[in-house]
Nanobody, 115 residues
Framework: VQLVESGGGLVQPGGALRLSCAASGLIFSWYDMNWYRQAPGRERELVAGISSAGGSRNYADSVKGRFTMSRDNEKNTAYLQMNSLKPEDTAVYYC?????????WGKGTLVTVSS
């Protein structure tokens, strides 16, 4: 199983980025997908999640109204659209695939929000 994140980078405050998580080696449509992030010196935190069929989404309070998570089960890919980025959004963002029985993690992509 592989989860490969992409789309991170350096962006100015107020800017936008779109992260992608490409999955392989699993039946993607069976898995709930999540984005976590970890800032330096802080614990990993859940940012957003989407159910296996895409009908249910949840977001951390800190990103509600700014971030949107989606998925394309035909392309085995999950996305995180991040708008109105703030310096406090700076972190490594990790993709997570989860069922009741197992879960997998990507290696992360760095997002830096700075002027």
């Amino acid at each position: 199983v592989q989860l490969v994140e992409s789309g991170g980078g350096l962006v100015q405050p107020g800017g936008a980025l779109r992260l992608s998580c490409a999955a392989s080696g699993l039946i993607f449509s069976w898995y709930d997908m999540n984005w976590y992030r970890q800032a330096p010196g802080r614990e990993r935190e859940l940012v957003a999640g989407i159910s296996s069929a895409g009908g249910s989404r949840n977001y951390a309070d800190s990103v509600k109204g700014r971030f949107t998570m989606s998925r394309d089960n035909e392309k085995n890919t999950a996305y995180l659209q991040m708008n109105s980025l703030k310096p406090e959004d700076t972190a490594v963002y990790y993709c997570n695939a989860r069922t009741l029985y197992n879960q997998y993690w990507g290696k992360g992509t760095l997002v830096t929000v700075s002027s």
